[in-house]
C-alpha cells in the first residue's frame, strides 16, 4: 500500500474540516447527518448507532507517524492524526438547474462547465474536462494514456466507446518474464519503454466528438490549452504524487526536471506553466486529434515513438498508424428497477454489473448503510464478481468473456450460494482458480468525470495513464507523459500485477491486445427517469468503489456527496481478506469477522476517488411510461429537481456547474 494512503488520508481530513455549517452533518434529502443519520444509525441493530458518515474521535486520535507490517505483508505509512472535534464528514451537493461536472480536480471541473455554458454538450465537455486533467493533473491521466466513454442520450440510446491502449505488435506473453529464471520482472511493466501500449486518448477524443460531441476541436481543447500556456497554482494531488516521485528519479531525468523544475518537486500552490504540453494541444486545436499520431520528423507520434525506443521499448509506426478506439455493445442491466448501463470488457463494468446483479437478486438490505450485515452482502457479491475476473476478464476479441457474466441469471445462481451468516469456501466464489495470497491494491493514476448536460444527455469518462506518471517516459518535446498499462496485463497466470490482480490466459500479454481494466463508468436510469452518473480511480477499488456509491444512493437514498463520502470496504477475491476504512465502526467489524471475514483496516482512506452527478428532470421531461415510483427502503424525499453533483474528497476533488 503506498504512501499515497498518506495524502489522501489528509485530503478527506482537511474537506471535512472546510465542512460549512450543519455539523451534526447534512440537512439536505437524503445525507446521512442530523435525524436522518439518526434514523439511518436506527436502522443499524445491535450496533453503533453513530451515523456512519461522521468522523469518529478516534480517526481524529491517530498516533503517528509509523510504520505497520500489515497482514498484507505490506508497507503501510499511518497518517498523524488531526486531534479535535467531531466534524461532519461531506458538504452539500452543489446544486443547478443547467448541467454539471463532475472531476477530481476544480479547474478540469470548471474546463468542463466552461463547455457546458459556451453550449456544448455533455461529450464536448467531458473531453474537455479530460484533456484538462492531463494538464493539471498527469498523475493520472492525460493523452499519453486511454480510458473508457459512456454516453447516454437524453432520449434513452446509450454509446460505449473503448479508448484502451493496445500491446505493440512485437508484444509477447513473455515479455515481462526473466529469461533465466522464469520470474516475472514487475519493473519491465511498470517503468520504461516496454511499459507502454499505444496511447488512446487522442484517437478516442476525436472520434466521440466527431459522433456524439457538438463542438470544434479547436473549442473543446481551448480551456485545456489555456491552462497549459498560461499556468495553473499546483494542486494538492500533484504536489504530493510529485513529491513521492522525485526521489526515485535520477538527476536529469525528463520527469524529475518536470516535477521539480527548480530542483525541488512541484509544491501546493506553485505556479506551473507546461508550454511543451501547450504547444501540443495548440497542433491538436488546429489540426485535429488525429494529428496526434503523425510520424513526419518532429511530429507528436514521431517524439513518441522515439522516446519509447530510447527507453527500451517496442512501440512501432505501425502501432500508431493502426490503432483504432472501438465502439462497444453497452453492457446493461438491472438494480433495484434501475437500468445500469456500463462498459463491457475490456473495461471493469461487468464486474460492477456482476455485483450489483448478485445484491439485487438478495433479499433488500435488512439494516442501514454501515452494518455488518449489509457490508456482509456487498463483500460477498464481490468476492463472486472479482472471482471470475480472475478467469474471465480480458479483451474480448482474444478471449471471449462468457456472456452470462452480467446476466439476471447467473447472478441470481450466484446469489443464491451466499449465506447470511457466514462467509463461503474459497472454490465457492465465481468459478476460482485458486486462491494465491498478493498484495493490496494500490493506486496513485487514473481519473473519473461525470458530466451531464441541460438537456439530460449524460457522460461517465474514464481515463488513465496507469500508475502515477505512467511509465516515467515522457514524449520527447510534447510535454506528453506515456502510460504504463502493460502493467494490467498479467505478466503470467495467477501472478498479481501492481493491484494484486490475477488473471490467467484471458489477460496474457499478447500483440494488438487490450489489457483488462477496472475502469467502471456506469450510468444508472431510475425508473422515474432521473440518471446518476457515476466512476472513479484506484485500480480495482474503482469497482467496489463505484457499486457503494450506486447503493448508498439506490438503496439508501443518500445524497451524490454523502454517498460518495460515506465509508467503503474493499474486497476483490485474492487475496481473501476485506479492507475496510477506518471509520467502519469497531462492532460493525465485529460482525464481519463473526461472519468469517479476514478485515485489513486501512489506516486511511482507501485511494479511490469517486466522482457522482444525479440528474432529476424536470416533470415534464419524464416520460410518462416510466413513471414507477422509485422503490426505496424509507421515506425521505428524494433529491431535487436539477443536477446535484459532487467529487470525493479522498482526492480533493471539487465539482462545477455552468
Ligand atoms: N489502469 C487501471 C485500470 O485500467 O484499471
Known amino acids: 500500500m503506498s504512501a499515497n494512503f498518506l495524502l489522501d488520508c489528509q485530503d478527506l481530513r482537511e474537506k471535512r474540516r472546510e465542512k460549512r455549517g450543519g455539523e451534526q452533518g447534512g440537512n439536505g434529502p ?24 461522521r468522523l469518529p474521535t478516534r480517526f481524529g486520535g491517530l498516533p503517528g507517524p509509523r510504520l505497520l507490517v500489515g497482514s498484507l505483508a505490506t508497507l503501510v505509512v499511518m497518517a498523524p492524526g488531526v486531534p479535535g472535534e467531531l466534524q461532519a464528514a461531506y458538504r452539500e451537493p452543489l446544486r443547478g438547474g443547467r448541467g454539471a461536472v463532475a472531476a477530481d480536480h476544480e479547474l478540469a471541473s470548471r474546463a468542463g462547465a466552461e463547455i457546458l455554458a459556451r453550449g456544448g454538450n455533455a461529450v464536448d465537455a467531458a ?25 447516454r442520450r437524453a432520449d434513452g440510446t446509450v454509446r460505449v ?7 505493440p505488435k512485437q ?10 529464471t522464469g520470474q516475472v520482472v514487475p519493473e519491465r511493466s511498470r517503468r520504461g519503454g516496454l511499459a507502454v501500449g499505444v496511447p488512446g486518448e487522442a484517437a478516442g477524443f476525436a472520434q466521440a466528438l466527431r459522433e456524439l460531441g457538438s463542438l470544434p476541436a479547436e473549442q473543446v481543447i481551448a480551456p485545456a490549452l489555456r491552462l497549459a500556456k498560461e499556468g495553473f497554482p499546483v494542486g ?4 504530493r504524487s510529485a513529491a513521492l516521485v522525485v526521489p526515485q528519479l535520477r538527476a536529469g531525468h525528463p520527469l524529475r526536471v518536470l516535477l521539480a523544475p527548480g530542483g525541488a518537486p512541484l509544491k501546493q500552490g506553485e505556479q506551473w506553466r507546461r508550454p511543451e504540453l501547450a504547444e501540443t494541444l495548440a497542433v491538436l486545436a488546429k489540426d485535429g486529434f488525429a494529428a496526434y499520431y503523425r510520424l513526419e520528423p518532429s511530429a507528436i507520434g514521431d517524439e513518441i515513438l522515439h522516446a519509447v525506443a530510447a527507453a527500451g521499448g517496442v512501440l512501432s509506426a505501425d502501432d500508431l498508424r493502426s490503432y483504432k478506439p472501438v465502439w462497444r455493445q453497452p453492457l446493461l442491466g438491472r438494480y433495484r428497477g434501475w437500468q445500469v448501463v456500463t462498459a463491457p470488457p475490456p473495461a471493469g463494468g461487468i464486474t460492477a454489473l456482476e455485483t450489483l446483479q448478485i445484491l439485487d437478486a438478495r433479499p433488500v438490505f435488512a439494516e442501514g448503510p454501515g452494518a455488518s450485515s449489509t457490508l456482509h452482502e456487498i463483500v460477498e457479491s464481490f468476492k463472486h464478481a472479482f472471482s471470475d475476473r480472475a478467469r474471465y476478464h480480458g479483451d474480448p476479441a482474444f478471449d471471449a468473456v462468457p456472456p452470462e457474466l ?5 447472478a441470481k445462481d450466484r446469489a443464491a450460494t451466499i449465506s447470511r451468516e457466514q462467509v463461503l469456501q474459497p472454490t465457492q466464489y465465481g468459478r476460482p ?18 458530466v451531464i448536460d441541460k438537456d439530460g444527455n449524460a457522460a461517465a469518462l474514464t481515463t488513465t495513464v ?19 498499462q502493460m502493467d494490467d496485463f498479467a505478466a503470467q497466470s495467477n501472478k498479481p500485477n501492481a493491484f494484486g490482480l490475477v488473471g490467467t490466459g484471458a489477460n496474457l500479454v499478447a500483440p494488438g491486445k487490450r489489457p483488462a481494466s477496472s475502469m467502471s463508468p456506469l450510468l444508472a436510469v431510475a425508473p422515474d427517469g432521473s440518471v446518476l452518473c457515476v466512476g472513479g480511480s484506484g485500480g480495482p477499488t474503482i469497482v467496489t468503489g463505484v457499486v457503494q456509491t450506486v447503493i448508498n444512493v439506490v438503496d439508501f437514498r443518500m445524497t451524490v456527496e454523502a454517498a460518495i463520502a460515506a465509508p467503503r470496504v474493499h474486497a476483490q477475491f485474492i487475496p481473501d481478506s476485506v479492507l475496510v476504512e477506518p471509520e467502519i465502526a469497531a462492532d460493525v467489524r465485529a460482525g464481519l469477522q463473526r461472519r468469517g471475514h479476514r478485515l485489513v483496516v486501512t489506516p486511511a482512506a482507501l485511494e479511490t476517488a469517486v466522482q457522482a452527478v444525479f440528474y432529476r428532470p424536470p416533470r415534464a421531461q419524464v416520460d410518462p411510461g416510466a413513471t414507477t415510483p422509485i422503490p426505496v427502503a424509507d421515506d425521505r424525499p428524494a433529491e431535487p429537481r436539477g443536477f446535484s453533483v459532487a467529487a470525493d474528497p479522498r482526492k480533493g476533488g471539487i465539482p462545477a456547474l455552468p
Open 236 to 239: 494538492r494531488h500533484l504536489a
Open 127 to 151: 473531453i474537455a474536462t479530460a484533456l484538462a486533467l492531463g494538464v493539471v493533473q498527469p498523475a493520472g491521466s492525460g493523452l499519453g494514456g486511454g480510458g473508457f466513454l459512456v454516453f
Open 433 to 450: 482458480q485458486g486462491n494465491t495470497p498478493a498484495q493490496a491494491p494500490r493506486d496513485h493514476g487514473t481519473s473519473h468525470l461525470c
Open 466 to 484: 496507469n500508475l502515477s506518471f505512467g511509465a516515467h517516459v515522457i514524449a520527447g518535446r510534447t510535454g506528453v507523459l506515456l502510460n504504463n
Open 30 to 53: 437524503g445525507q446521512l447527518g442530523g435525524e436522518a443519520a439518526q434514523r439511518a444509525g436506527d436502522r443499524v441493530s445491535g450496533e453503533s448507532k453513530r451515523p456512519t458518515v
Open 406 to 410: 452480467g446476466t439476471a441469471a447467473y
Open 171 to 180: 508484444a509477447h506473453a513473455n515479455m515481462f518474464v526473466d529469461e533465466k
Open 161 to 167: 466507446l473503448d479508448f484502451r491502449e493496445v500491446a
